[in-house]
């Protein structure tokens, strides 16, 4: 071991001696042979070879070419490092791995990256222009129809630049000297090939072969093959096209026989004449089975058949005249009435606003299940300017009188045995009514709703008489229901009241529901002149039930 080591120390000495101040053979820096060169001598080898190579970079792949000059990119070529790391091949590491380098070199060749700086940021900024270029996404294949005829349009390859793969490359173009740099990137297959919209346009052509006639009850209906063109559809799935039909390009294009042969059924409907409630007879109709239509066209068409017959059903109407007369309104099931003469603004103006908005709740037939608004019946009429309540005080505004309206009809539904969906008291008591049984209105913010919880339709009736009163009647099948109603005092001061309605139902002499409807609070009144009406004097004094 001994003698082993001491030889090795010799032939290392020898070997540095013999290459003292020289390059190793067997490096390499840009395809440029170093072996045995002083690092002058190198540095003007690898200096000569940058001004050759490094110039400019060329950059070519499948999205074309361009270059970048050196002094495009910032370029920064450190001969005196390139050398340094020339220099040190051979004599970095232990002994050992020297002396393996040595004895591989005359075999094998060490190729040095040459030590070069340059602007990233410039020529990847390069890079990505081009790639803003030159890529496009796939185009698939799809099918065009012109008139009666159906055209394949071919697919079409995309392509993306890799940015940071051709970026990469521009080091490695560097340090070894190349001057060549390749772009990367990747094609990019489209989903539908140009073979599948072939087959889909053929399938297309079948369905516009000749024109398509369409009969019922001795009747005929044509549609043209351009017009069958223009209601087919296109469906790109899993790679192919799916040709079918769509049904509203189909409806409008046969809209002719749509005419012709759907034909509305009439809904039994109800009159008011007098105090007599009439049944208006119901019709049946007709109307095409669109689904047996449609299936029979989408399998045949595809196939080449030309003739199809137009399915037909009856069409009932929801309401017929037998089920109109079980259901119609027959009996008086709740009322109530309010003296209109009992308020401070007694002018014709209110009173002809009272008329207005009964007018337009008398009248109208609820189906079961349906919800009456009062705001959505009378919010769009046309009412007089008259004494209203604001925040506590009475003002002036459009519609005065609209609530003694909605309360009468509110109690009136309450007597009937009909859901209550929505009711608000009055900000102050008021003397037509009783407190708690008051259901004021405003315009699209607050209403009064009620719903037909019975099982026949009901009607509702209200109007203004000359002995004073609104009378508020709702007409329907009997419900064996029987309403009581009452409202008291909990509290009654000077600056406010505090009343608790009760409620009891009894059906078919059962009760169902005994106790407290619900509790209102009510605030003291400013009228027009600036007077104030506390809840305990005797002007706000409650007016009587008047059921």
Known sequence: MIVICAVLAMLVAADYWMNQGRIYRGVEVGGVDLSGKTPEEARALVEERSNEALQEIRFAGEAGEFTLTAGEMGLDFDAAGTVDRAYAVGREGSVLKRLGDRIEAPWTTERVSAVVDYDREVTRAKIENLAKRVNQEPQDAYVAVRGSQAEAVESREGYVVDVEATAANVDGALESMSGEAEIVGEARTPGVLTPAAQAAAQRA????????????????????????????????????????????????SLSDMYDDLNVEPVEAGFE????????????????????KLFGSLESGLFEGIREYEVPVITAEPQLTTEEAEELKPTNLIGSYRTDYTMTSDQSEDRVENLEIASNAISGKFLAPGETFSVN??????????????????????????????????YMAANYAGLEIVERHPHYAQLPYIRPGMDATVWFGALDMKFKNTTEGYILTRETVREDGYIYAEIWGQPTGKKVELESEPEYLGSDYSKWITYKKVTEDGEVVQDGELHTDVYKPLTDEKGKVIRPDSEEAKPAPVNY
């Open 205 to 252: 052509q079948t369905a516009m072969s000749g024109p398509v006639t369409l009969g019922s009850g001795g009747k005929q209906w044509k549609l043209p093959p351009e017009e069958t063109g223009q209601t087919l559809s296109f469906t790109p799935q899993g790679g192919e096209i799916q040709v079918g039909l769509d049904r509203e390009r189909l409806q409008e």
């Open 272 to 291: 008011l004449n007098g105090d007599n409630v009439s049944v208006t007879e119901s019709r049946t109709g007709k109307e095409i089975e669109e689904e």
């Open 376 to 409: 959505e019946v009378v919010a769009p009429l046309d009412y007089n300017k008259t004494k209203v309540i604001i925040e506590g005080k009475e003002e002036k505004a459009d519609g005065g009188g609209l609530c003694q309206v909605s309360s009468t009809l």
